[in-house]
């Protein structure tokens, strides 16, 4: 009998039969280029049988849609809600693919699946098996389920063959269908609204410009603009307090005040006066206990991106990259994983938490660090808490409350691996007795103020990702690497952290003056994905979930399309100045409608700031403005008085302006909207008169 056991990726199929022929497995070409066969003997289920191994490369067919609607302007984008869609084969390598599973399907009697044992793995599963059954529909099908590319696991796999889960397959083609149907829709929407209306070179290099929606990427990004807002909104105020100083010799510590802060300074500085005025301090209590912390709990897909990002300092998208790599090469368990815990009866149904297997050679830095990191937390999982001991000492000054606490840690235990964390110190508080009475070496009222919310690290934004339940644990950081692919976001390689570009900033802004928070909040998507684990596990029906979502976007579709002037609006005031759409703008250029064209812009003199063009803009709508030539990167944006009838650029040259040369523009204003004895008409240079 022959069986044929098809997984995921060649090194997979490779690593395998290594271990089930014990290295004595014969290796030949496919027709396929990267997915070779690997053919050896082995006793299966008691039967003497030759183990035929091949592989795919990731998924072998495509979602898409029919035909007459796959062109960008073959229809309108609405239609794309209720047009077919059917899984196909794409053309190129993985037609080669489909050859080689075909060729080898028609001489093997049976068919074990070997993909990752993920909810995308058993999707790939029942494509392939689609695509060898409908060469020999009589295969036997069974699925192996494994979490690391040692002996004793692929050994228990294939001793322990199960049948694929066709609810998990499911729950996957509905989150395809979802997010086909309402990225494509929304993306022509926003891209033949906005394409051809405004200067796109600085976006892309033929100055057309793809603008992508994603249902999991715009929520994402939605987090980004949110924390900018924020730091935007945010109105800082001061505030007072009052801190002790005590100090014997070389001993000193600080005391923290019970009020904290006070926002009232009159109020902070009689406080103060009162604990000046009788500064003698009384010790009210001593308090000792003991501390632990906790050693950290085994690593699941998204943990390892948090604190790899925050410690190594590494973006999610290399994490996985590198953890996959490693997984493939039998260093690492399964790196796809939502389970923080290690079960003492080993399940079948669930990866364990990712943990090392062999020792890493090393070869290239960012997987050794990582490597590094997997296998100190795995030690430090494995040892004690560490256990210190606090002292906390209260004090009185003229009635107000005053304590100071100390941390001696006692025993490191974990953190003696894990060197990613510290707590506590070696230094102990200095001794004090319940009633004892000192005067202070400080009582000061310190001033401090208010400070805005960070901006969002990557642990930040993998955190409230996975809170609000957007993507999975294995497309979480392919969310978070979009934003900065599609232009939408940057992230500062210094800090860590993300802000929203102006064009991203403008795609949020306009859905959220349209009133349509489904498109860039997180709540409906979180919905989504609780659906999409329920028809996973059973509990709902593919095609109920299908319709719920598609319902609800294809609303908030027509409601878009509605109020798409918003949408130009909002990328012309955040991306271009204010610049105003047009309709068949050339893209780059003079007068092109954007950064460097000004959109029917004259150019008059040099930018004060930065050095570019001032240009003057003369809008169809509302009164003229200036411009810099170096908007959004420099957004100088002038809007002249309303009363102005008529505006030119002279060649009078302003005698005064020594940064550059600068025009001087002629103005002609409405009579009736004049103060009075203001000129009708009037020449200067606005650089001067915008300084006085």
Excluded at 44 to 71: C, D, I, N, Y
Aim: charged share 20%.
């Amino acid at each position: 009998m022959r069986v044929l056991n098809v997984a995921e990726k060649n090194k997979v199929a490779a690593q395998v039969s290594q271990l089930l022929s014990n290295g004595r497995c014969r290796q030949t070409n496919s027709c396929a280029t990267y997915c070779k066969i690997f053919e050896f003997p082995f006793q299966l289920q008691g039967q003497q049988v030759e183990m035929v191994f091949t592989s795919v490369a990731g998924h072998l067919l495509e979602l898409e849609f029919e035909p007459r609607v796959k062109g960008w302007h073959s229809c309108a984008p609405r239609d794309l809600y209720d047009a077919s869609v059917h899984k196909g084969v794409p053309k190129g390598e993985n037609e080669k693919i489909r050859r080689n599973l075909q060729q080898l399907a028609r001489t093997c009697q049976w068919l074990v699946l070997w993909l990752d044992c993920d909810r995308e793995g058993e999707n790939i599963a029942f494509e392939v098996i689609q695509v060898c059954t409908e060469v020999n529909p009589r295969l036997t099908i069974r699925r192996a389920r494994f979490s690391a590319l040692i002996y004793a696991d692929v050994a228990r796999a294939v001793n322990n063959l199960a049948l694929p889960n066709e609810h998990e397959a499911k729950a996957v083609d509905a989150r395809q269908e979802i997010d086909l149907r309402i990225g494509a829709s929304f993306t022509r929407l926003q891209t033949l609204l906005l394409q051809n209306k405004f200067d796109w070179s600085e976006y892309a290099q033929d100055g057309r410009v793809m603008l992508s929606y994603g249902p999991c990427q715009f929520p994402t990004l939605g987090l980004i603009v949110q924390r900018a807002w924020e730091i935007q909104a945010h109105v800082s105020e001061n505030f007072w307090y009052i801190q002790v100083l005590y100090r014997d010799g070389p001993q000193a510590c600080e005391f923290q005040w019970h009020r904290k802060r006070l926002f009232d300074q009159p109020v902070a500085a009689m406080l103060h006066e009162l604990c000046t005025a009788a500064p003698l301090a009384t010790v009210t209590s001593v308090e000792g206990a003991r501390k632990s912390r906790w050693a950290p709990v085994p690593l699941s897909t998204l943990e390892m991106q948090k604190r790899g990002s925050q410690y190594l300092r590494m973006p999610g998208e290399r994490i996985m990259r590198h953890a996959e790599e490693l997984y493939q090469q039998g260093f690492l368990s399964y790196p796809r994983t939502e389970t923080d815990q290690f079960d003492q009866n080993y399940d079948l149904r669930a990866h364990p938490p990712i943990h090392p297997l062999k020792p890493y050679p090393g070869g290239d830095r960012e997987k050794e660090a990582l490597f590094e990191f997997i296998v100190r937390h795995f030690l430090a999982c494995c040892s004690r808490d560490a256990e210190g001991q606090e002292t906390r000492v209260t004090i009185d000054i003229a009635g107000e409350g005053f304590t100071a606490t100390g941390l001696m840690v006692t025993e490191r235990n974990f953190l003696e691996v894990y060197r990613y964390q510290s707590w506590g110190g070696q230094d102990a508080l200095p001794v004090f007795q319940q009633g004892q009475t000192f005067m202070p070496a400080a009582i000061d009222l310190k001033q401090g103020a208010t400070q805005p919310p960070p901006r969002l690290t990557e642990r930040d934004l993998i955190a409230k990702m996975e809170e609000y339940g957007i993507g999975t644990d294995a497309t979480v950081a392919d969310h978070i690497q979009k934003q900065l692919e599609r232009g939408y976001a940057v992230k500062d390689e210094a800090s860590m952290q993300f802000s929203p570009t102006p064009l991203g900033e403008a795609l949020i802004s306009a859905y959220r003056k349209m009133g349509l928070a489904n498109l860039w909040l997180p709540t409906l998507r979180g919905v989504i994905e609780r659906n999409i684990t329920a028809v996973a596990a059973g509990q709902r029906t593919k095609e109920s979930v299908l319709t719920e979502a598609v319902d609800a976007f294809r609303t908030d579709f027509e409601a878009a399309q509605a109020q798409a002037h918003i949408l130009e609006q909002e990328v012309s005031a955040i991306v271009f100045g204010g610049v105003p759409p047009q309709q068949g703008a050339n893209h780059g250029g003079p007068g092109g409608g954007g950064p460097g064209g000004g959109g029917g812009g004259q150019a008059f003199g040099t930018c004060r700031d930065c050095k570019a063009q001032l240009q003057l803009v003369l809008n169809a709508e509302g009164p003229p403005s200036i411009l810099c030539s170096a908007f959004p990167m420099h957004r100088l944006r002038i809007d002249l008085p309303r009363c102005t009838q008529a505006v030119a650029v002279t060649d009078q040259l302003c005698p005064t302006c020594a940064h550059g040369p600068v025009k001087q523009l002629s103005f002609r204003f409405r009579p009736g909207l004049l103060p009075p004895g203001f000129p009708p008409a009037l020449t200067c240079c606005v650089v001067r008169a915008g300084q006085h």
